[in-house]
């Protein structure tokens, strides 16, 4: 499930781009499932939200962020304009 918001925030991040661009379906799947492969930072994504996929992308599940965590990351950036 992180590993999964984690692709999510990136897909917001780029505007709905597809994520892994150029790999095949069994690529993805052995490439993630191996922690050989992560996205790339996308242009104007703020640090703070990178900071978050990386989390979400360890690979190590008990070393990923929990959902607690992230809440709390992202509620210091809330302000009335983010309703």
Not at 33 to 54: F, S, V
Request: with cysteine; aromatic share 14%.
């Amino acid at each position: 499930i992180f590993r999964s918001f984690g692709v999510l925030l990136w897909e917001i991040a780029t505007l709905a781009e597809q994520p892994y661009q150029g790999y095949g379906n069994e690529e993805v799947v052995h490439y993630v499932r191996y922690g050989n492969i992560t996205l790339e930072r996308p242009q104007n994504c703020p640090e703070i939200l990178h900071k978050l996929m990386r989390a979400c992308w360890t690979f190590s599940p008990g070393d990923r962020i929990s959902f607690r965590s992230i809440v709390d990351e992202l509620v210091i950036y809330e302000n009335d304009d983010f309703h």
